[in-house]
């Protein structure tokens, strides 16, 4: 079965700071990862995703993320936070080829402080 | 380029009433998935079709629930009667086919369920 966590229910951040969402995975074969992030009262929206090759992908609003296989995780990434980053974030995770659903995490809300 | 379009976006009706949420896919997308979203459960896949043909149910939480797909530009996710646990966000969400299960999915808002 494949699986995502994000450990971290909350991350707070000052606004200028780096910031870090975590997210590991749990699947049985090469995985497919993502990132979307949820404003209030809106649908999730796609960031970024790694399929293959280079391991820091890079998305929409200056995000990235970091595949790191030895330690399956795909960490969402941002140089310099905003406070219009606050939202809340997901990690999901595909296994098969195809169009199966993909496997989210439970969420992560980011809160950047100014 | 439109999105998903779901609808109502709000439906407040009481315990007992048919509810019917609709979802509009993405022109050209093969598949379409339906979600809930609580605070206690996160999101939770409902159930997904694959060019039209529902392929996995299983997250149906009830016989109560039902959903169909008469066409690739239409989708309508039904509860029948509602209870008040069945208040959520509902969304719809759609994806092209090929890229080798590289494609992300593309959610509409959501339908926001409240049964009194």
């Known amino acids: 079965a494949q699986s995502v966590a994000q450990p971290e229910d909350q991350v707070n951040v000052a606004e200028g700071n780096p910031l870090t969402v975590k997210c590991t995975y749990s699947v049985s074969g090469n995985p497919y990862l993502f990132w979307y992030v949820q404003y209030p009262n809106r649908g999730l929206q796609f960031l970024l995703k790694?399929?293959?090759?280079?391991?820091l992908v890079k998305g929409s609003y200056g995000f990235e993320a970091e595949f790191n296989k030895s330690q399956t995780s795909f960490h969402l990434k941002k140089p310099s936070a905003l406070v219009s980053d606050s939202a809340l974030y997901f990690c999901a995770v595909r296994v098969s080829s195809g169009n199966t659903p993909l496997v989210f995490g439970k969420g992560t809300r980011l809160s950047v402080i100014a | 380029d439109a999105g998903v379009i779901q609808s109502p976006r709000h439906e407040v009706t009481e315990m007992g009433q048919e509810v019917t949420l609709r979802c509009k896919p993405i022109s050209g997308h093969n598949s379409l998935f339906w979600y809930r979203q609580t605070m206690m459960r996160g999101l939770e896949l409902l159930i997904y079709?694959?060019?039209?043909?529902?392929?996995?149910d299983s997250g149906m939480p009830e016989d109560r629930f039902s959903a169909k797909m008469p066409n690739a530009s239409f989708s309508t996710l039904k509860i029948q009667p509602s209870e008040p646990r069945d208040s959520a966000v509902y969304f719809c969400?759609?994806?092209?086919?090929?890229?080798?299960?590289?494609?992300?999915?593309?959610f509409g808002d959501g339908t926001r369920l409240s049964i009194l």
């Open positions: 969400a759609s994806s092209p086919t090929g890229g080798q299960g590289g494609q992300p999915q593309h």
């Open positions: 079709f694959n060019n039209n043909v529902p392929i996995d």
């Open positions: 790694y399929i293959t090759g280079d391991n």
